[in-house]
């Protein structure tokens, strides 16, 4: 017998007699809903992933709520878990989608304690992909309200804190070079490293993409196609970069690692060249790599967020503190100016996941969620 408390009234009932049930606001939470699934392991997203329209609206355990999606993050990283990369047992069908902020329309009686019916909440939790998301209370995170800026936070924005802060050691006058520095998670690099007084250098893709970094403080922007990065690095950093954030992988880390200044250290946060092949890896110069840390005392190390959850909910409190203080830039792509306009509504995942390996965003791309017919929200 499943106890929750609803929306609306926030009446405890049993849900085995209640299987349509009242919002906040009077309208109906539907039956079904839609969600994208993976029905086959590939890091093809349109192969992988399977939009099903008929799937029945989860119900919240005792310590779970039930949240109606707004807003949900697209990562590099969503085609390695279509992939089955993360999990080499997982079988399909699986939920896909990482992350959400949305609006708790129910939760369960022990939920009721910390949340209520109408409240804002980010998360970082498996099946985001969907127009309503069960989520346990213990890892939703209340937010001021329902603005996809907060959903920038939770995996880009707590990725760079997180890693910079533990494994990066920033202080005054460092230099960090930031890979893909205009991107969900660069953008968060070089503003935290430049809150820390450092010298920061950004690679990225287009004029309008150095524009932003400018923007946000990166002191030397490179447009890798038009300036050669590594010759950049060379005749401006002949003393190397004390700092590496890297997530390209493949070539731009081999560049990466020569650029290393004595004692340097290079944070592997990803290598998102190689996610569309079948091993998910781009080829690297492994076999010169110990002498070349060696030579300098530099080091190599990955990051990867699943390992520093205890760090997680304190990032995401500072990260907000900083946003409500206009402290961060929390820069959102939407897909407005992609060919099929904005990125809006499940079906648009496809397309943002595209949009993102043709290196088109800037900042975190985010799909919008709008309210159904039904919803007065």
């Known amino acids: 017998m499943q106890r929750l408390a609803l929306a609306g009234t926030r009446a405890i009932v049993d849900m085995s007699y209640a299987r349509h049930f ?35 609206v989860p119900l919240p355990g005792d310590g779970d709520l039930l949240v109606r999606n707004r807003f949900v993050g697209v990562n590099a990283s ?59 209370a213990r890892v939703a995170i209340p937010v001021p309200g329902l603005k996809p800026e907060y959903l920038t936070l939770l995996v880009s924005g707590t990725t760079a804190y997180i890693s910079l802060k533990e494994l990066g050691g920033l202080s005054e006058g460092k230099k960090v070079l930031v890979t893909a520095a205009a ?9 935290l490293a430049k809150k820390a007084k450092c010298h920061v250098i950004g690679t990225c893709s287009s004029a309008e993409k150095s524009a932003f970094l400018k923007s946000v403080g990166c002191d030397r922007p490179v447009n890798y196609n038009t300036e050669h990065v590594g010759t950049v690095l060379r005749q401006e950093y002949p003393q190397g970069v004390d700092v590496v954030y890297e997530s390209v992988g493949g070539a731009m880390f081999d560049l990466a690692v020569d650029a290393l200044a004595t004692r340097g250290r290079l944070i592997v946060i990803g290598f998102v060249s190689g996610y569309q092949t079948p091993t998910g890896l781009s080829p690297v110069k492994a076999g010169t790599l110990p002498a070349k840390l060696l030579k300098k005392s530099a080091s190599v190390q990955g990051f990867f967020l699943n390992h520093y959850l205890p760090e997680f909910r304190g990032a995401m409190d500072h990260l907000l503190k900083m946003y ?3 402290e961060l830039v929390c820069e959102v792509d939407t897909g407005g100016l992609s060919a099929e306009g904005r990125f809006t509504g499940l079906e648009s995942v496809f397309r943002a996941v595209d949009y993102m390996y043709m290196r088109k965003n800037t900042g975190k791309i985010v799909v919008e969620l709008p309210p159904s017919v039904n919803s007065k929200l």
């Open 22 to 56: 009242l919002d906040f606001q009077g309208s109906a939470i539907p039956s079904e809903m839609q969600k994208l699934v993976v029905t086959r392991l590939s890091p093809n997203f349109r192969e992988a992933v399977t939009l099903r329209r008929d799937c029945p």
């Open 324 to 326: 409500a203080g206009g």
């Open 78 to 136: 969503d085609i390695n878990y279509s992939a089955g990369r993360y999990d080499p047992s997982v079988k399909t069908p699986f939920d896909a989608g990482f992350e959400g902020v949305g609006e708790v329309v129910a939760l369960g009686l022990s939920a009721s304690a910390a949340f209520m019916v109408g409240q804002a909440v980010a998360y970082m939790a498996p099946g985001s992909f969907a127009e309503y998301t069960v989520v346990p």
């Open 183 to 191: 991107g969900g998670t660069g953008q968060f690099a070089v503003q």
